[in-house]
């Protein structure tokens, strides 16, 4: 079965920074997917970015990248220049290449932006 | 363009009422999920359906049931409802092309 780990319960960082987000999964798939969501105090879930395993090149939107490391099971999302509204939780999850597309989530990390 | 819509937002049940969570969307979604997200957790899945008639255990279905009689809707049953499933529950739906999901906007469920 595939799991998700995000190691970091907590992240904090001052506005205008760059901050880090780790992310670990386990899986025997060649071909999958990857995403990192955003969840503001609002409870909304939104799509920040995602990544296809096949794919070398390092998936960027805007001020957030990751660093997919396929060997290492790394998928890690990069804020730069933060801003206040990027305060939220932040879940990593797997999509494996079936049909059903279910989602799987990691535990998240709460990221705070400080002025 | 809706998306996805759940009602009701908040709902406080008492134990061993029972209740409907509504979802529908509008984006003509073949796939459809329920998930529930506990206090600093990721969200689980409790139960999804890939079309019309077709519905399917997720990881955690115990004391849900779910039914998908049109493309458009796929609301998620408790019949007895017990403290552990406080929760928030949220819906979504994707097409299947792996571009992730819509969500709908949560319910905050209290169960006292």
């Known amino acids: 079965a595939q799991t998700v780990t995000q190691s970091q319960p907590e992240m904090s960082v001052q506005e205008a920074e760059t901050v880090t987000l780790s992310c670990t999964y386990d899986?025997?798939?060649?071909?999958?997917?990857l995403f990192w969501y955003k969840q503001p105090p609002s409870r909304q879930m939104i799509l920040v970015i995602r990544?296809?395993?096949?794919?070398?090149q390092n998936a960027t939107e805007n001020r957030f990248s990751v660093n997919f490391q396929k060997a290492a099971k790394s998928f890690s999302l990069k804020i730069s220049d933060s801003q206040l509204g990027d305060t939220a939780m932040y879940f990593c999850?797997?999509?494996?290449?079936?049909?059903?597309?279910?989602?799987?989530f990691g535990t998240g990390t709460r990221l705070q932006v400080f002025p | 363009n809706a998306g996805v819509t759940q009602t009701p937002k908040f709902r406080i049940l008492k134990i061993g009422q029972s209740m409907t969570l509504q979802c529908t969307q509008d984006?003509?979604?073949?796939?459809m999920y329920w998930y529930r997200q506990d206090p600093g957790m990721g969200l689980k899945l409790i139960y999804y359906?890939?079309?019309?008639?077709?519905?399917d255990k997720g990881e955690v279905p115990n004391g849900y049931n779910v039914s998908r009689s049109t493309t458009e809707d796929f609301p998620l049953r408790l019949e007895l409802a017990a403290p552990s499933q406080t929760s928030v529950y949220f819906c979504?739906?994707?097409?299947?092309?792996?571009?992730?999901?819509?969500f709908g906007s949560g319910t905050r469920l209290t169960v006292v």
């Open positions: 899986t025997s798939e060649s071909n999958y997917y």
């Open positions: 990544q296809e395993a096949y794919k070398q």
């Open positions: 984006m003509n979604h073949n796939y």
């Open positions: 359906s890939v079309g019309a008639g077709i519905t």
């Open positions: 979504a739906s994707s097409d299947g092309t792996r571009s992730g999901y819509t």
């Open positions: 999850a797997f999509m494996k290449h079936l049909n059903t597309d279910k989602l799987i």
